[in-house]
């Protein structure tokens, strides 16, 4: 007979084994495990299908910034879908929804290149899509402007950018590279620069920042400026364990870039609209990039859709290219779709009275006092590191030396189970760092609530 815990034959949990293929899933064990099914959400919570609660601690995987339950983005969606439900942008077509969110996507754009506004918006459906066509862009807008050897693109080690064949190869994860063959060529990486990881003994974060720098220009060198074309970064990286850029790291960057006249791309999907306690996380980190992608907290993660924004250099040579091959052969059906634009363009008007980089500040400061206070000082904590509203714990088996846990020890998946049980939606990435990017609109008391959750969490591991 089978364990009580068993899915029941027929249950949701069965016909979930039975016929879903999971993404980032071990497929083996899930059949052993199943599904925890959510079934509704409210605020900052979302609900299983037994009833129990839980503060989704990473804001489901760090887009549903207004939380699990909106009514004016339900109601934005459904007033556009009677209005019209579709209609596409090939060729010059157009609609208010598209027109509207592309206007006020560059009324709200951080600074690009040479200090100037960005140009132009173009629309996709997810992070990987947008990354895509950004290299995309740039491959073309290279060929366009006599520039035909000028392709690789450099990504980081730890980096996250997707997980289509060009986005995913532009990451710097194994987990995205193993057994699928990327990156493909013309694809490098240089390090993650995480200070606190590999830091030499007694380097300042600015030293480690020329370090990190100088290696960057080491590759352009090796790999001949004529042949790279551009850098791809994350202000913060987030899926590789939200890694702060050290002191200097983006103006030494960007000093490298321009020597060699390497185009700048800030992936923004993590942090866009508020997350690190400005608007955009390049204006945090004053990068002035030449390419911007966003996506998730581009409409709370209400509906799919993504943005990639482009400095007027870029549209020149685009514009130039699509004339001498006759189109600019790139776009999805769903580019600038209707009905997530019209929750897009709602999402931008409730941050606009939320009047959001104010409320991600001192929310933010909260958040990260907070999270330092309790963890800090926690024998099985190393690191706690975060600014506005994203942040990190990792988890070491020496506060001193930094060794890491045997990972057969599982320890922060344990955690993430024990934070489950105690009403915490936790994620832990890379066996022990447990991101803390909850909803924006979070308030002070469900930020303690969520903070004791994972607290008790981590004290039961033992
Ligand atoms: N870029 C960053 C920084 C991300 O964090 C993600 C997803 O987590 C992506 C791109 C890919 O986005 P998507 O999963 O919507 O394709």
Redesign the pocket.
Known sequence: TPPDDAPRFNSAAARDIEYALHPYTNHKAFRETGPLIIDHGEGVRVFDDAGRSYIESVAG??CASLGFANQRLADAAYAQMKKLPFYHAFGGRSHDPLIDLSEMLIQRAPLSAGDRPFSKVFFAN????A?DSAIKMIWFYNNAIGRPAKKKIIGRIRG????TVA?GSATGQPVNHKMFDLPIAGFHHVSCPHHYGYGLPGESEEDFATRMAQELEDLILREGPDTVAAFFA?PIQ??GGVILPPATYFEKVQAVLKRHDVLLVA?E??CGFGRTGRYWGSQTFEMRPDILTC??QLSSAFLPI?AVMISEQLYQGIAQGSDAAGTWGHGFTYSGHPVPAAVAIETLKIYDELDLPNLVATRGAYLQKAMRARFADHPLVGEVRGTGMIGAIELVADKTTRAKFDATRKLGARWQALGQEHGVMMRVMLGEIAAVSPPLVISESEIDEMLDGMHRALEALG
């Open positions: 995987l760090w997810s992070g990987s899509e990354n996250y950018h997707g997980i986005s994350e987030g899926a992936d999907v993590i996506a998730k993504s």
